[in-house]
């Protein structure tokens, strides 16, 4: 897992932990590293530090492995293909631009490389990923809060979940029902993310804030819904 103390890591590190997998990481820092490990990880490696893929390697005896979760492919994509097993797969669940690839670095070991993006799961599957996620939770998952702000301080949200360092999720937390955002807005949202606190919709993950205010401008300038 690249990035496995952010918000979308430390979930990805004890899931798999959880289901068997033997968990690496990678962490920027001896307190994200420590999180890792904490969480489920057999190992975390300093992604700042030169020759940590070679140190992956020797930790797989050479096999390198089988799945590669990527939150920043536009760094590290030709990094994953490095220490991807032989037909393994790299999943990019984040990217935060372009950049040059050489496609025989796939080629070199049958790998797949795959993108995904919750709004591509259809109904049935996004009920099925927050099912598992509610029994995660009440079966001792931990979600790991960053930081949290109150909702007049959005803006600094948003400049917090691009900041390196983080160790965990940028939560923006809403004013109490009646306050702030319409009740349907507020079911609508927590449909949407369920996390960082399953069934409660009085905080939100702040990556879904800027849709929830749009549903709410549109309610209250009631422009209709196409």
């Not at 820092?29 to 700042?48: M, S, T």
Request: hydrophobic residues 45%; aromatic residues 4%; charged residues 25%.
């Amino acid at each position: 897992v690249h990035g496995a103390s952010g918000g979308v890591g430390t979930l990805a590190v004890q899931l798999a932990h959880r289901i068997g997998a033997v968990v690496y990481g990678t962490a920027g820092d001896d307190r994200g590293r420590q999180l890792v490990e904490r969480l489920g990880a057999r190992r975390a490696f300093d992604h700042h530090a030169e020759g940590y893929l070679d140190e992956m390697l020797a930790a797989t005896q050479g096999r390198g492995v089988d799945v590669v979760i990527d939150m920043a492919a536009q760094a590290n994509l030709m990094k994953d293909a490095k220490v991807a097993a032989t037909r393994g797969r790299i999943v990019v669940v984040g990217s935060r631009g372009s950049l040059d690839f050489d496609p025989r670095a796939l080629m070199k070991a049958d790998l797949d490389v795959r993108g995904m993006g919750v709004n591509n799961l259809c109904p049935d599957e996004l009920d099925l990923a927050m099912h598992a996620l509610s029994a995660a939770l009440e079966g001792g998952m931990q979600v790991i809060v960053a930081r949290s702000f109150p909702l007049e301080e959005a803006a600094d949200a948003h400049r917090a979940v691009a900041e390196r360092g983080k160790d965990g999720k940028i939560v923006l937390v809403m004013g109490n029902e009646g306050e702030g955002l319409s009740r349907i807005v507020q079911d609508n949202c927590d449909f949407l993310v369920k996390l960082p606190q399953v069934g409660e919709v009085s905080s939100l993950n702040v990556a879904q804030a800027s849709t929830a205010c749009m549903y709410e401008w549109l309610r209250q300038n009631q422009v209709p819904s196409a």
